[in-house]
Structures are given as structure tokens and as C-alpha cells.
């Protein structure tokens, strides 16, 4: 399976060789994000596309230096909604109708549905939905990069209080919860490049609930 091999030959990428990613192949891995499944279809993130040499240097400090940074040719920054509001469920419905071709008004349960989700729930707990949304679109981001032979580094260490001041996201009602490096692997500088992959194995990862009722 070549989707396999290429999921396969990806891992994080410590060292790039700051060759540009093309841009139809960023364009793809794009679109890939975009196709990503939400909860409800929401989609409750933006993503932040950083190509500019100079807003990767001032990023690199809030994303503690790593290398990948600057040496890569693209961070894309999932963002997820600190907040779920009236306006965004019904620009979201607006969006189903227009495209389904559908009246706005015969989704009104699915409205009180949604709305209904979000009002059980305090901020917190709403901003941690919604990352956690954006973290299936990062995981599409990582898969799509392999398929294009795109070397990628997910990466959760950096500051999101100075990324969010950096981008101003928080004015935008955005909060940082993870970026993505772009750029091709510097297999010299990289030990990380040879080395073997680190997996649990499947028997020990996979359980098959049929075959444990039936040696119960
Ligand atoms: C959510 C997330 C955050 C991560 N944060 C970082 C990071 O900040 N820096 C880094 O070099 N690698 C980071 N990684 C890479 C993981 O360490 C790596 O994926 C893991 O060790 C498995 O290795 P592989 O992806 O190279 O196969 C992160 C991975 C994920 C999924």
C-alpha cells in the first residue's frame, strides 16, 4: 500500500534543508486540512498559513527555537476558537443551506442541537472541544504532508500565550494549540533520519474484543 509507505517513511523532522515547499503541494496539504471531519462539522479553528522568512524568525523564539522553524518553508498554525457563538452555528448553517441548497430554516432543530451542546459546557471545556477538533485536522495535515513527500514536524512545543500575542489571535478569539513544520528533511544534520521507527506492536496496541470474550 503506498499510502502505507509514505505514512511509513514520514517522522518529525528535527533538521530541514530550507528547500521551498512548492506551492501546489502546500496548496494540497491545505486542502486536506480543510477536508477534515469535525464534531457536528464545525470546524471550530482557523489555520494560520506562515510562509514569510521574517514572521518565522520572530515565531522562532515563542516556538523555543527549534530548528525546523526557520530551516522549513512553512508553519501552519491550527488555532482552535476559544469560544462556539450564535454567529458562527449560523454562518456554519448558512454555509450547509448554500451548499446543499437547502432553506436556512429546515435546519432549526439541528441549530437547537448545537446550541444546546455548547450551552452545557463552560468556556474551558468549549475551547478543549475545539482543540481537540483542530488536532484531527493536524493529523490529516501530517498524513497529506507524507502522501505529497512532504517532510513535516507537528509540534506542541512552543509558548502559546506568545505565539497567540505574536499572530493576535487572542483579539480574534483564537488560541494556539498546535503547529505544523513544513519544509524536506536535512538527512545529514538529522540522526532522527535514520533512525528506526519506535511503534508499539499491534498485539500489543489492538485488542479484539470478540477474541477476548471467547478465551475468557
Ligand atoms: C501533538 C504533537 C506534538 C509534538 N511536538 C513536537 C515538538 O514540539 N517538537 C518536535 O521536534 N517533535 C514534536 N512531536 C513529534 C513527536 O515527538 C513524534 O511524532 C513522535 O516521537 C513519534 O515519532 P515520529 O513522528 O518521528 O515517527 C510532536 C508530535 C505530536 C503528534
Do not use: C
Not at 429546515?106 to 463552560?122: C, E, N, P, Y
Amino acid at each position: 500500500m503506498k499510502y502505507l509507505q509514505d505514512l511509513d517513511w514520514r517522522y518529525a523532522a528535527k533538521r530541514m534543508n530550507g528547500q521551498a515547499v512548492p506551492v501546489a503541494k502546500l496548496e494540497n496539504i491545505k486542502e486536506a486540512i480543510r477536508l477534515a471531519p469535525s464534531s457536528l462539522g464545525l470546524q471550530p479553528y482557523s489555520i494560520i498559513v506562515v510562509e514569510d522568512a521574517a514572521l518565522r524568525e520572530a515565531l522562532s523564539p515563542a516556538i523555543f527555537h527549534q530548528p525546523q522553524v526557520k530551516e522549513g518553508s512553512a508553519l501552519i498554525i491550527f488555532a482552535a476558537w476559544k469560544d462556539i457563538t450564535e454567529e458562527q452555528v449560523d454562518a456554519y448553517l448558512a454555509n450547509i443551506a448554500a451548499t446543499r441548497n437547502i432553506p436556512v430554516e429546515g435546519l432549526g432543530d439541528f441549530r437547537k442541537m448545537i446550541l444546546g451542546a455548547v450551552s452545557g459546557k463552560t468556556p474551558e471545556q468549549i475551547f478543549q472541544w475545539n482543540a481537540r477538533q483542530a488536532y484531527i485536522a493536524l493529523g490529516y495535515a501530517t498524513a497529506a504532508a507524507a502522501f505529497e513527500q512532504v517532510d513535516s514536524t507537528p509540534m506542541e512545543g512552543f509558548s502559546p500565550e506568545a505565539v497567540n500575542r505574536i499572530l493576535s489571535l487572542e483579539e480574534k478569539g483564537l488560541s494556539a494549540v498546535a503547529v505544523l513544520a513544513l519544509g524536506f528533511r536535512d538527512a545529514e544534520k538529522d540522526n532522527m533520519a535514520r533512525a528506526p521507527k519506535v511503534r508499539r506492536p499491534s498485539k500489543a496496541l489492538f485488542t479484539h474484543y470478540e477474541n477476548e470474550l471467547a478465551t475468557a
